[in-house]
């Protein structure tokens, strides 16, 4: 009986050989930075605004009763939004997210509190933000807005900014580390050739 042993016996096969690695290039960095679209994630950020700001005025007027939380809801999905349309990777999708959702959120509030003074005087939303004029918005605000729904608002814009970029996996991190590592030495060299 001379079997041999295998002393690996219970080992698991390992994922991260250096063979199966990829070398990240800057081009797929360059790959990335092309793919993002502020323009995108702006136009899809104000659709889900104004869809849910109709939607959260038709449930609080079916409920009878405001959520101010729901601008939580708002800031995820504003962020989440901002991530798939966007498909950003630097700073300006979660700036974008968070004003979007602070924004968002002020003006669902006044939305929904214009439904339930619409519902009050037996008319329309429309008819209710229509009358609201320049001597009466600091009243419509103070009445709309108290201190608890700008809390959730900057809430909101914590959350929205959170959600708002997309996930890189190791990779991709590389690759647009390498991308911007290059393009700071190419702005180096340039900065250093005009300057003498």
């Known amino acids: 009986m001379s079997e041999r042993r295998n ?3 219970l080992r698991l096969p390992k994922r991260h050989t250096p063979a199966s690695r990829t070398a990240a290039s800057a081009e797929d960095g360059a ?3 092309a793919a993002q679209s502020p323009w995108y994630a702006l136009l899809a950020g104000l659709a889900v605004v104004v869809a849910f700001s109709a939607l959260w005025a038709a449930a609080s007027l079916a409920i009878g009763r405001i959520f101010p939380w ?3 809801l708002l800031g995820f999905l504003i962020g989440w939004t901002v991530r798939r349309a966007g498909r950003g990777v630097d700073w300006r999708f979660p700036m974008l997210a968070a004003v ?7 003006m669902a509030n006044i939305i929904v509190a214009a439904a339930f003074t619409a519902g009050e005087y037996e008319t329309d939303i429309v008819t209710v933000l229509g009358a609201v004029t320049m001597m009466t918005w600091p009243v419509y605000f103070s009445e709309a807005l108290s201190s608890v729904d700008v809390a959730y608002a900057l809430i909101a814009s914590v959350v929205a900014a959170y959600y708002a970029n997309r996930p890189l996996s190791r990779a991709e991190y590389q690759a647009l580390r390498k991308f911007e590592q290059g393009e700071r030495a190419t702005g180096k060299r340039r900065s250093g050739s005009d300057g003498h």
């Open 100 to 106: 979007l959702a602070g924004a968002g959120a002020i």
């Open 70 to 72: 729901m601008t939580l």
């Open 31 to 33: 790959l990335l930075r």
């Open 7 to 9: 002393p690996n016996l």
